[in-house]
């Protein structure tokens, strides 16, 4: 990574940072359950933010990795270079310099755009599992928020770590992609035929409790908004501090599905890492806004585990049919618009006794 790439990433964190100051410190003070009409408001905000990113993506970004001068025969050089390492594919014989950099910024635009997408609708599915572990501990919805926030921090953070282990991984062992590919196929079968089970959590045999029980010492109990408090000079972690390291947990598992179907439409970890963030930080206000409704999406399982094999199919044939990333954002699109229209319109069927 170059020090000009390391500022890209710093800057971007920051601007991150201020986001979710602004959420928590400005708009969110005081612990409360937000309503219908706040939730989309914010979810708004948050898509809106995104399709600013992506045309500021559209318009300047070559600076990700650059900025090239394509006039001089080092900056064309250094150009292929990074061209070759992340993509995306471009045609440099038949074009001038502007016209090459252009196609760039739109190509990385589209990557953006499709991996936001990609990420953003797997995140539905994380809002079944979000909403099951505040149901199987007992959580008060006012305290949703404030688990949901430092879950969305502690996100950001390995989701970094993960990211950029894995395009190593992949621009050392190529045939990481077919791992990954392999792995969503089978994660999207299993999703199909796992969609009718009624998943529980045991809050007693759960691997991160059994682990914090094991090194920490628990107070068992809610105390508020407090993830830890002091007992007879001895600092305890409360409910609320387990919740949020199982919700945390729980979107390591998540990263493991969702990272690899972004690396099937780039390569590039900057593009992949950016999409992620604001996908992730745009989760809460999604969770609060469909939180009571999402039962009634009852084909969503079945369109996103068709997403994933399709994803998964395009990263084990992309040396010999490689699709392209409009063609996927377009098939992705259509997945979704389908499951969601089928649960709408199609009535439910009664029961027989």
């Not at 020090?3 to 005081?30: C, P, S």
């Not at 991984?169 to 990481?176: P, S, T």
């Amino acid at each position: 990574m170059s020090l000009h790439e390391i500022w890209v990433l710093l800057g971007f964190l920051v601007m991150i940072a201020f986001f979710l100051a602004l959420d928590l410190g400005v708009f969110n003070k005081k612990d409360h359950e937000p309503g219908f009409k706040e939730s989309l408001g914010f979810t708004i905000i948050w898509v809106s933010l995104a399709l600013i990113f992506w045309g500021l993506i559209y318009l300047f970004g070559d600076w990700i990795h650059g900025p090239f001068d394509l006039s001089t025969s080092a900056g064309m050089a250094e150009f292929k270079k990074v061209v070759a390492e992340y993509g995306p594919p471009l045609n440099f014989d038949h074009f001038d310099p502007e016209t090459i950099l252009h196609k760039y910024r739109k190509g990385l635009g589209l990557e953006f755009i499709t991996g936001y997408v990609i990420e953003y609708s797997l995140s539905i599915d994380n809002i079944f599992v979000i909403l099951m572990i505040f149901y199987s501990f007992g959580v008060e919805k006012t305290y949703y928020h404030r688990v949901l926030f430092w879950g969305i921090i502690g996100a950001v953070m390995m989701r970094f770590i993960f990211i950029f282990i894995s395009s190593a991984l992949i621009h050392h062992f190529e045939w990481v992609l077919y791992l990954f590919g392999i792995l969503l196929v089978f994660t999207g079968g299993k999703m199909f035929l796992d969609r009718n089970k009624e998943k529980k959590i045991d809050t007693s045999k759960h691997p991160v409790i059994k682990f914090l029980s094991r090194y920490f010492a628990i107070d068992k109990g809610y105390k508020g908004r407090r993830f830890f408090i002091r007992k007879q000079g001895k600092i305890y972690l409360t409910s609320l501090f387990v919740v949020l390291m199982v919700i945390e947990f729980s979107d390591v598992i998540f990263a493991v599905d969702s990272v690899p179907a972004i690396f099937s439409i780039t390569k590039d970890p900057f593009i992949v890492y950016f999409s992620n963030i604001f996908a992730i930080i745009g989760l809460r206000s999604l969770f609060f806004l469909l939180m009571n409704v999402v039962e009634r999406f009852r084909y969503l399982k079945i369109g996103l585990s068709v997403l994933l094999v399709f994803i998964g199919i395009k990263m084990l044939i992309h040396d010999y049919i490689p699709i392209p990333t409009i063609y996927s954002l377009l098939i992705i699109l259509s997945i979704l618009l389908i499951s969601i229209f089928a649960s709408l319109l199609i009535p439910v069927k009664e029961k027989t006794e």
